[in-house]
């Protein structure tokens, strides 16, 4: 049962304009919402994370939306940049789960970001 | 701040063989550590995730195992490895800020 979705596998985006990954997900119990960026061969690298208590939240040019109520949530990138090409995966964790609010996390399948210069 | 350091960076394996796999965290104490797979073309699963030396929770049946020998120390291991263990191994420390991941381990089963 796959509780978190990342329904697109790849996106292709041309350097300046904005880059939109959606995210939805099944479980009511998640509270706590990450996305995460990928290069091959590397870890996983945070970059930004929402609380259900928010449905909004901003760093530089990562802005991450989150619906309750749908169950959706979207990273927005603005502008794009070659360099944020890479893969993108969301997460969610619920409270408690693992003992810390920053519990075990469910990612999506992943996608595939590609700006073009 | 928080440095995880997996090895190593590739492995080969045949079939039937063991494995041992070693992650160890700098920069923290008495963290969370996880260990996650991902498969070709597949998201992030959970493995095994621990909250103190000794105590390991395993999240889905299958030919792995964990340990946590040492505050940061996190070992998984097979005594026998099957084809379908192929993947991306990473480990992460966690606690009170999100999940932090190693570079992990790209291992192969031939």
């Known amino acids: 049962d796959q509780q978190v979705k990342q329904n697109s596998p790849s996106l292709s985006v041309q350097e300046g304009r904005i880059s939109i990954l959606n995210c939805d997900y099944t479980?009511?119990?998640?509270?706590?919402f990450l996305w995460y960026k990928k290069y091959p061969a590397e870890g996983p690298t945070f970059l930004i994370s929402?609380?259900?208590?928010?449905d909004k939240n901003e760093d530089g040019r990562f802005t991450v939306f989150l619906n309750k109520s749908a169950k959706h949530l979207s990273l927005h990138i603005v502008p794009s940049q070659p360099g944020d090409s890479a893969v993108y995966f969301c997460?969610?964790?619920?409270?408690?789960?693992?003992?810390?609010?920053?519990?075990?996390?469910?990612f999506g399948q992943g996608t595939i970001l590609t700006v073009h210069p | 701040s928080q440095t995880i350091h997996q090895w190593p960076a590739t492995l080969v394996q045949p079939v039937g063989s063991p494995l041992s796999l070693e992650c160890t965290v700098e920069?923290?104490?008495?963290?969370?550590l996880y260990w996650y797979r991902q498969a070709a073309g597949r998201g992030l699963q959970l493995l095994f995730y621990?909250?103190?030396?000794?105590?390991i929770s395993s999240e889905v049946p299958q030919n792995l195992s964990a340990s946590r020998p040492q505050d940061r120390q996190f070992i998984l291991s097979s005594k026998k490895l099957l084809l379908s263990d192929s993947g991306f191994y990473l480990c992460?420390?966690?606690?009170?800020?999100?999940?932090?991941f190693g570079d992990g381990t790209r291992l192969s089963i031939l």
């Open positions: 997460a969610a964790s619920a409270s408690n789960a693992g003992g810390t609010s920053y519990g075990k996390l469910t």
């Open positions: 479980n009511s119990m998640f509270d706590y």
């Open positions: 929402i609380s259900s208590i928010k």
């Open positions: 920069g923290t104490s008495n963290p969370n």
């Open positions: 621990s909250v103190g030396i000794g105590q």
């Open positions: 992460a420390v966690g606690g009170d800020q999100p999940q932090h």
